[in-house]
């Protein structure tokens, strides 16, 4: 690759340039811009993990200062982006973008503002191109029951999807984990069908929101990261389900288990065992759907664990 093609520079409406550097984007204020300075001045650099993004992909993005921040907030398209702090690191900030998997193809704009802790306020902006997924589609024969559920089962798996929602929706505002996102299971280093498209006995069905892990019936299933269990129960489609908050919008899905070993309300370290492998609610055989939304974003849970690999 030559010099030329790994930098890309372009203006961003006369105020900043845009440098991506291979995965990561730096926004520099223009120079001979006095009057626009306000967009990312006072030393302040932003840098995103890709300049463009695919369904259900996960975008980390990082705020450097020379000088302490306070009060980052980040808006994409319409959506907040909840910024944290790594321990003596007053001067940086990170924070994750989630692109749903169902979020329609098209330019967004990012939005980040903030001040330092002499009072400097900063904002910083850019746009990230989210592609249409490439998503296999998977014919599977299933029970009746889950592609004509009875009206009682309709109700049922409507209120659940309700509730999942309701939870989701919530965000606690302080970071419950500590360091890197692990793979659920020992041992295990990929998942798959993150995405597919299934029809079922024929009819189209939603997309896969989680990844597939593959394990026998018994095997331990581990928390992600640190965290507090809010959802543990039998589920219409997903069977034997725990739900994890991170904190931050973050939460960690783990379904078809066949024992639960957590309750709601518990605070789980990283790697605490929280039930075992099943194939309970609709499945084919045992593994575990494990499954990661970011701000109502349901993104590709693998993609976390390789953004924080070095934390």
């Known amino acids: ?13 006369n105020r900043c340039v845009v440098v991506w550097f291979g995965l990561g984007a730096l926004l520099f204020p223009a120079r ?7 967009t990312c001045d006072a030393g302040i650099t932003m840098q995103v993990s890709a300049p463009e993004s695919s369904q259900g992909s996960l975008l980390l993005v990082e705020v450097k200062s020379e000088k302490p921040l306070t009060d980052v907030k980040g808006d994409w398209d319409g959506r907040s982006v909840p910024f944290w702090q790594e321990a003596g690191a007053e001067a940086v900030r990170k924070g994750f973008v989630g692109v749903d998997l169902e979020k329609a193809p098209g330019e967004y704009e990012l939005k980040v503002t903030g001040q330092t802790a002499s009072g400097e306020k900063f904002a ?7 592609k249409e997924g490439k998503f296999a589609t998977e014919k599977l024969t ?26 989701f929706d919530r965000v606690t505002p302080e970071r419950l984990w500590d360091g890197k996102f692990r793979i659920p299971l020992d041992g295990v280093t990929t998942g798959s069908n993150f995405g597919k498209r299934r029809i079922l006995n024929g009819n189209p069905g939603s997309p896969h929101g989680g990844a597939d892990l593959s394990a026998s019936t018994g095997t331990p299933v581990h928390a992600a990261q640190r965290g507090r269990v809010v959802l543990a129960e039998e589920l219409f489609f997903s069977g034997n389900t725990v739900v994890v908050d991170h904190g931050l919008g973050i939460y960690t899905f783990y379904g078809h288990l066949s024992e639960i070993g957590v309750k709601v309300g518990d605070t789980l370290e990283a790697g605490a065992v929280l039930g075992k492998v099943g194939a309970t609610g609709r499945v084919t055989g045992p593994h575990l759907h494990w499954g990661l939304t970011v701000e109502r974003a349901r993104v590709n849970p693998l993609q976390i664990v390789k953004l924080l690999a070095n934390e």
């Open 32 to 38: 001979g811009m006095a009057n626009e300075a306000a």
């Open 142 to 167: 299933v029970g009746k029951q889950f592609v004509e559920p009875s009206p009682e089962q309709v109700k049922r798996a409507n209120e659940e999807r309700q509730k999942l929602r309701d939870i």
């Open 1 to 13: 690759m030559s010099m030329r093609d790994a930098i890309r520079i372009r203006k961003w409406r």
């Open 124 to 130: 910083c902006s850019t746009k990230l191109e989210v």
